[in-house]
Every structure is written in C-alpha cells, then in structure tokens.
C-alpha cells in the first residue's frame, strides 16, 4: 500500500477517507479500532464517522481518531517500553500531568523575570502591567520549542543581544538571558507536573523512538500542511517505522510548504490532477451589516432551495467573531439550523459590564472608604442586580433600587439628596428610603416590613461592595467570586438564558484557575487583581451551544480544514482579515526570529491561502464577500482568482461585482401634532406664564410636550450642574439676602457685606460643593468675584426702597378669543429716589432676549417667527403691563439686570409716553395674534424650523 498519499483539492477529503478505510481496513467485521486517524483539528473526525456510518449502514467500529494535540498527549501520557541492547525492558515510564493555566504560565514568567533580567521590571511594574509581556515572551519559548530551537542556536542570539539589537535595552536584557529563561520555565512545568503545548510536543519527540504503537496496525495522517519541526520529527520517525501513511491534499511541486515538508520527511508528495469547476460570485458591501444582508439575500435567493434542505452542504465562513450576532440575527428569521464554531467574545457579555463596573466602584472609592455615588447606582441599576430575589419576590429588590436612586438623585426627598460621595450606612439609615418603597410595593400588591427591606438593602451591599474592599490575595478574590456567583445562579434571571450557562461555567473555571494557582496567596493589590481577572476575562471567547454535524455551518477559515462543501460563502474577504498576518511583532526583533529559522509571517500568508483555496475548489458555487470603503481593501486572494480568470479567458472585464446599498427612506424628521377639540378647550382653561408663551414663541412642538402633554425634564441632582440650577441658586441667595432692605432703602456697607458672603459661604458648601469634585474653589470664586462686583453697583444705584422680592402676580388679558389668565413672578421691584418704579428681572444665562425698539417693531408681521425674532421675550413686556396697572400714576420701567456683566438694559428706551404706549400695543397685539393661533383647531403645534435649537431641546428623542 502507498503510504504517500495525494488527493487534489477538488476532491472531498472526508468522502476519500471514508472510502480509503473501508477499502483497506474494512475486513469482515467492519472493525477499524485498529486504524488511528490524526487530523490537523477535532472536527473532521466527526465528519468522517458520519460518513462512514452513512456508507457501511450497519454497525461498525470506528477507527481511533485524534486531533494533533490529542495524538502528542497520547504519545507523551501513556507507558512506554525501552528495551536495551540485549532486547530487554529496562523502563516504562509514562507522564501524569495537566496542562499549566495560562495565568500560572504568566505569573511564572514574571517571577523568572525578575531573576535574571530584572531591569525589565524597573519602576515597580506590577504583574498585571506585565502580563502582556508575560503572554508575549510565553509565545516566543513555545514558538522555540514547537520548532526545536537547541539551546546552542539561542547562544548565539545571546551573543548579538550582548551587542545590542536596534530594540530597547529591556528587550537586550530579556534576549540575553533567554536560554535561563526557557530552561527555568522547564523545570519548573516538570517540577510541578504541568506541561505546556510547546513541551508537550518537544518531550513527544525525544519518547516517538521508543513508542512503538502496536496497539495500532496503521496511523494515517490526513490533510496536515504545514508542519512544526517537532511534528516532522515525530512524523519522520513513524515514517521510518514503517506505520505511518501520509495523505496530503495538493501536490509538493505547488506548495513551498508541501515541498519543504516532503524534503524532510524524505519522501515525495505525488502530483495530483484536477481543477476546480466552482462558480465563482463576488459581492460588495460597505460595511459588516451590508455583508449579513448579502448573506441573508444568497441563502435565500442564490442556493436553490433544494439544497438548503440539505443544509449541511453549505458553509459560511466568518474570518472575525464580531460578524458572529449580526450575522445570526440576520439569518437566524428563516428558521433554520446552524452550527457555529467561533465563539463569542466574554467582553460584551453583560457579565463582564458587571464585572467592569464592581472594578469601577472599587476604584473611585474615596479613602475614607465613601462610594462614588454614580459608580454605585450603576452597579445597582445592572439587571442581574437589580432583579435579585432576595425577599420573596425581585420587585422588591429592583423598588428599593429604585428609590435609592430616586432619593440620591432629588427627585424624592431624603437626607442624601444630591450627595456625590456617600457610605453605605448612610443610605442604609435613610429610613425613607424604604417607605417610599413599601408605598410603591403596596401598590402592587406586595406588602413587606420595612426591616425586611433593610435586610435586602444590607444583603446586596455585602454581597457587591463590602465582601470586595480590602482584599489581599487571589483566593480571597475567588472565594468573593464565588459567592457572587452562587448568589446570581440561585437568586437572579442569569441562568434563563441558556448562553449564559456557558459563562457562567467558564467563571467557575476561572474562580478555580485562581484558586488554586500557584500564588493564590500572595499579597496583591485589590486593584491588581481586578486588572489581572478582567485582563483574563477579555480574551476568553465562548462556544456557541449547538450540533457541529447539523445545520449550516458557520466556521472560521480554519476549522474548515478537511471539510469540503457544496456552497462556500465567505465573509469580509479584506486584506487584514484574509490573510489575517501579524506583522507587527511586539517584542522579539524580526532579525531574531529569521536568525532563528521562524519566518512564521511567510509562512502564514501560504498557510491562509491553502486553506482558502482547498476550500472553495472543491464547492460548486463560491459567494465572496468584501467590505470596500476607504480603510478596506479587497483581499489578494480575490485579485488572485480574477487575474487566473483574466488569464484563462484573456479579457480584463471576468465578472460583474454586485454593489450592495440600502434603500432608504428617510421619513421627514420632525412630525407636527393635530389639535382635537378637547386640546383646545384644555388650552383655554390654562394659567399661562411669561415662560410658557416663549416656549410656544420658540417653538409649538415644544409647548405640546411640555404643557399640553406635561412632560418636563427630571432634575438629576447627581449629574453635572446646569446652568438653571446654578441660576436658582443666585436668585435666592439674593431674594433672601435683600429681604432685610424690603420697604427701605438697601445699605450695602461692610456689614451687609460680611453677612452676604458668610450667606453665600454657607449655601454654596451645601447645595454646589457637595455636587461637585475637587474643582469647585474655581466656580465659588467666579460667583464670589461677580456678586462683589454685584453689591458695587448696587451701592451706586439710587434707591428709595425695595418694595418687593420675587413675589406672585396674577393678570389678565382680554382678547378676542377669550380671557387669558397669566401668573407671574418678578425678581425684584424698586421705587427708585425721583419716585419712579422698576422692575427688575435678573439674568443669570444668555438666553433672556428684550423687545426691539419702537422703530423696527412698528412694522412686524404678526407671525410667530417675526414675534420671536424682534420681541424675544414676553417677560418684561408682560410685567410691565401688569405692573403698570398695581401703579397707574408713576412712571415705570423694567429692565434686565445681567449677573455676570453688571450690564442693565431697559425695556422703554425713549420715556416719551406715546412711545410706551406703542411698544406695549405692539407686545399685547402680538399675544392676542399668538393666542388666537393657539385656539384655532386647524393649527397644529408645528416644529420650529431652526434646526440648531433642536440639539439643545429635551424632546428631541420624541420628534
Ligand atoms: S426637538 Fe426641535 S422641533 Fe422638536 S420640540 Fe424640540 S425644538 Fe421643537
């Protein structure tokens, strides 16, 4: 029998193999237990047992199949016999061991490290900073031992490094110690009966020539490409044993790799014919979500629906895991099966935010162990959080949650309004806390005692914040971790989900890695460890839960291999994703590396294209799909198929690229609101204000949400001051401070003075610097400088007396349309000393606008953009009026007075009577014009036209 086998890529791996072995091996009994298979991966095995079910349709047993990695274990893990010169056994030693975790390998490293090439570590740098370090020099040893690198091709290296590559003096360090590095990290795998990957398969090599694998009659190694030497080795040793038979797909003389491989082994990979008769369609998308579509369009549309009820005859190749949700969203809508072999990533689980945001909590807790308010509603408001049934039901928890929000945030009242920075029994004492939530739980007909509340309270504060301060070690931190994890397995939604069983299952493993890891009872800093978990976390990826023989597959380009299907559609076919090359090697010098006969990044690119071209030639339709904008290009694997096609048919137009777009239809942004009769009846029973009629100026949708629907803005105490609040905030400070001079004449002398800011002091510490961090000295010394400034110009204005300090009015207007009622509130009144009155409206932000001069108002449409662009603001002509009336005989005026440049504009310009009297004609005229639009029925509150003001506005989620 040939033991070099070649078939071509256009045939199907698995069927041949089926039909080798029954060919060869069958027997009478269909027994092939005696034939060991190995592959490349786990995959092929199952597919080769289906098809040698489906072919002998009886009973059988199958052959011993092994990926590579199971085949080495096996090599390394079982006794063996090793006979002496006189034929005798004079040992039989098999390894007991398991693989190291990666966090142990690291940690190890880490401490070899900081052995020999210390330097490196220079300026205290923590194991969790030089993690990445640690993965990258663990890759550089397996990569030597994978190859067989002797420890005398490394001297030299050691020897250059003492010179100095052009890299940093750590890097020299680290190279020139490398030998004591890779050595110690040996010793220390065997000392402790753990094995890396790269051992694993260095140890195999020198064990093959004892093995003699009698309890097989053949070993076939199917469709291996490119080989570590350590394989070679093995395989080269098989070879000579006379057990081995080789089957290769693709012949030496096309393939560098295949070649290199054969001259070692020492024999010859035939030739092999036959070209591939796919049909080739390539698509173009614009971006990930464009390539799904074009996925969806070819399943339903481009493979005829007879073969998709074969639907193990397709595959869809996905070269990256962040197509994988899009992608299954999309295709998942026709019902069918499939299989996905990527995993998906633990970093957008929303067990990983929770475990961000515990990180996060811990991290901005202040030292006098107060928490970040904000940190610590997060982690409450997470879901798995949220819905814990601790008492008898999770309503109970996710009320109080609630309400502790509602309280810290001021929307209920409470002690702890507003507090940035807060102790967990603070809100634990805030017995309102839990009132409002029993009312609330009463409501639906859950009644609990506020105790038990508490006890709710108290639990989750335990479980989340307490149990994580002042850790020291990792089995502190994994004994944490798993009472976390036992409390959201029993009490939370987690486990609904079935894909969160995989999660949570790999957690565990984690807590148990940590647990028994070799420093598990070192001293590490709380943070360190958080760092070092979600390092962890975040490159784990978790399988999907699924059949891998049933349904559509959906494989990355390697887990193809061995596989032949009908309908290939490959995704994102760009360069960076097909071939995938890390060109960029982050710590070994490229010179090293080829000094050391490792070229990998070659070697790569002809590893990605055998695979990608084994794969489509032997399908009967290919679907190729790339991404093209400005950062993607297309893959040379697809030049490559186009250029052979240019060849063969010696035209340059081969075929037509379908450009994928969407049809969009864009729905006119901003929908205007009909008035019903009951709105309008409602509208003409309101009390208006001057604000409410320039919210209506500004903009008709606006006033809809805000007055007729009632919708308004929560204060949010705990998010960044607003300039409203701010506003507020110096409003009173002055209503209160001046209400001593209310009916007198104001004293502004040291006295006052040393009153005033004492006041401004002590209102400032509560209500701005409790809400602010570190930088509120700034905004107190803005608001102090401008209110000296304030009382300076005070001290100059002549006033008789204060005759009232934001005090409550009510008018009326009678129009045409009926009476409307307005209420209002003026900042401040003054009879100044010649007897005249004024009315003053603070302003504090840059919004507040006053009406134009007679001369440009004389001729304004009555229209509401005309209104709002030459009166602004109905406020000071609306006090005026009112105010006028409470004072007929004295002459009045009204004026803005600006808080922050002492500016004070008048309303009345020209205190010629006629003058007034026109102005405020012209305001009343335009009120009486705004209600009338406002009544009518047949208006609708339409959107403003400026889109600017619209970034600004809290509706725009509703428009
Ligand atoms: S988003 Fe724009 S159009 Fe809509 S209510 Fe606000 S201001 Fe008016």
Redesign the pocket.
């Known amino acids: 029998m040939e033991r070099v086998i070649t078939w071509s890529f256009k045939e199907n791996f698995i069927e041949n193999l089926a039909q080798f072995l029954i060919e060869n091996f069958a027997g009478k009994d269909n027994d092939f237990s005696r034939v060991l298979c190995v592959f490349g991966g786990k995959r092929p095995g199952l597919f080769l047992k289906q098809r040698l079910s489906q072919k002998i349709k009886k009973s059988f047993y199958p052959p011993v199949i092994y990926s590579m990695d199971e085949f080495i274990e096996y090599i390394v893990k079982y006794p063996f016999k090793i006979f002496n010169s006189e034929g005798e056994t004079v040992e039989g030693k098999s390894l007991v061991f398991k693989k190291i975790s990666e966090i142990d390998a690291c940690y190890f490293i880490y401490i070899i490290t900081q052995e020999f090439a210390g330097e490196i570590l220079r300026g205290q740098r923590q194991f969790s900073e030089f993690l990445p370090w640690a993965r990258e020099i663990i890759s550089f040893i397996e990569q030597m031992d994978l190859e067989n690198i002797p420890n005398e091709a490394l001297a030299h290296i050691q020897k250059s490094a003492e010179i100095g590559y052009e890299v940093p003096q750590s890097i020299n360090l680290l190279l020139q110690n490398i030998i004591n590095i890779r050595n110690k990290y040996h010793s220390f795998l065997r000392k402790n009966n753990v094995y890396s990957r790269g051992l694993m398969y260095l140890d195999a090599t020198k064990i093959v020539p004892y093995r003699e694998f009698e309890e097989f009659e053949t070993i076939i190694f199917c469709n291996f490409f490119y080989l570590h030497t350590t394989e070679r080795d093995i395989f080269k040793e098989i070879y000579k044993k006379k057990k081995g038979i080789f089957i290769f797909q693709n012949s030496d003389d096309k393939w560098s790799v295949l070649e290199e491989n054969a001259k070692y082994l020492g024999f010859k990979i035939p030739s092999c014919r036959g070209h591939p008769q796919y049909k080739l369609s390539i698509y173009q998308g614009f971006d990930l979500h464009s390539q799904v579509c074009i996925v969806n369009y070819i399943l339903n549309n481009e493979i005829k629906s007879n073969e998709v009820k074969n639907k193990e005859n397709t595959v869809i190749v996905v070269p990256s895991s962040e197509a994988i949700i899009p992608l299954l969203t999309e295709i998942t809508s026709q019902g069918k099966e499939f299989n996905v072999s990527l995993g998906y990533p633990f970093r957008k689980s929303s067990l990983f935010t929770l475990f961000a945001t515990l990180l996060k909590v811990q991290e901005s807790r202040r030292k006098d162990g107060k928490y970040y308010a904000h940190d610590y509603l997060k982690l409450l408001r997470h879901p798995l959080i949220k819905n814990l049934k601790i008492f008898h039901s999770s309503a109970v928890t996710r009320v109080i949650v609630h309400k502790i929000e509602e309280v810290l945030k001021g929307i209920l009242p409470g002690s702890i309004n507003g507090s940035l920075f807060l102790n967990l029994e603070e809100i634990e004492n805030e017995e309102k806390i839990y009132w409002y939530a029993l009312e609330t739980l009463q409501n639906m007909n859950i009644y609990v005692k506020v105790e038990e509340c508490k006890t709710v309270l108290t639990q989750i504060h335990n479980l989340l914040f307490q149990k994580w301060e002042d850790l020291v070690n990792f089995s502190e931190f994994a004994d944490n971790l798993e009472y976390l994890l036992n409390t959201l397995v029993e009490k939370s939604k987690l486990i609904k989900f079935p894909f969160n069983l995989k999660f949570v299952e790999k957690l565990y493993l984690i807590k148990e890695q940590l647990k028994s890891s070799l420093f598990c009872k070192e001293r590490f800093t709380s943070r360190e460890m958080w760092e070092v978990f979600l390092h962890h976390l975040e490159g784990e990826m978790i399988p999907f839960i699924g059949s891998p023989l049933k349904g559509t597959q959906i494989l990355g380009l390697f887990e193809t291999r061995s596989l032949s299907f009908d309908n290939v559609i490959v995704m994102d076919v760009n360069e960076s994703l097909l071939p995938r090359l890390k060109i960029y090697e982050p710590l070994i010098p490229r010179e090293v590396m080829l000094n050391l006969g490792l070229n990998r990044l070659e070697k790569e690119e002809e590893i990605q294209r055998y695979q990608f071209m084994r794969l489509i030639s032997g399908a009967k339709k290919v679907y190729l799909i790339y991404q093209q904008t400005q950062e993607k290009e297309r893959s040379r694997f697809i030049e490559e198929l186009l250029w052979e096609k240019q060849k063969a048919t010696n035209k340059l137009e081969v075929t037509t690229i379908p450009k994928v777009s969407f049809l969009l239809k864009i729905s006119s942004?901003?929908k205007e609101v009909k008035k019903t009769q009951e709105m309008v009846d409602f509208l003409k029973q309101q009390v208006y204000s001057a604000t409410s009629i320039d919210t209506y100026v500004?903009?008709?949708?606006?006033?809809?949400?805000r007055y007729v629907l009632g919708l308004k803005e929560r204060e949010n105490l705990l998010g960044e001051l607003e300039t409203s609040y701010l506003g507020r905030f110096l409003h009173e400070l002055l209503r209160d401070t001046m209400e001593r001079f209310k009916g007198k004449r104001p004293v502004i002398d040291a006295q006052f003075k040393k009153y005033f800011f004492k006041e401004l002091e002590e209102r400032f510490e509560k209500k701005i610097a409790s809400r602010m961090k570190s930088d509120s000295f700034l905004l107190k010394k803005i608001i102090t400088t401008r209110m000296e400034r304030f009382l300076e110009c005070e001290k100059r204005r002549n006033v008789a007396r204060i005759i009232c300090l934001e005090e409550p009015g009510y008018g009326r207007l009678n129009f045409s349309p009926g009476t409307i009622e307005i209420s209002y509130v003026v900042d401040r009144i003054d009879e100044l000393e010649d007897g005249s009155i004024v009315i003053i409206d603070y302003k504090t932000g840059s919004t507040n606008m006053i009406p134009k001069e007679l001369r440009e108002l004389e001729n304004i449409k009555m229209e509401r953009c005309f209104l709002r662009e030459n009166i602004g603001s109905f406020q000071l002509p609306l006090y005026y009026h009112f105010i006028s009336q409470k004072f007929p005989a004295l002459e009045i005026n009204a004026e803005l007075y600006n808080l922050r440049t002492m500016e004070r504009e008048l309303f009345i310009k020209n205190p010629h009577p006629s003058y007034k009297e026109k102005v405020i004609a012209i305001c009343i005229n335009a009120l009486q014009n705004l209600f009338g639009e406002l009544f009518n029925p047949e208006i609708p509150f339409?959107?403003?036209?400026?889109?600017q003001?619209?970034k600004?506005?809290?509706?725009?989620s509703?428009?």
């Open positions: 942004h901003h500004d903009c008709p949708l606006k006033f809809f949400y339409q959107p403003d036209d400026d889109a003001k619209c600004f506005c809290p509706f725009t509703f428009c």
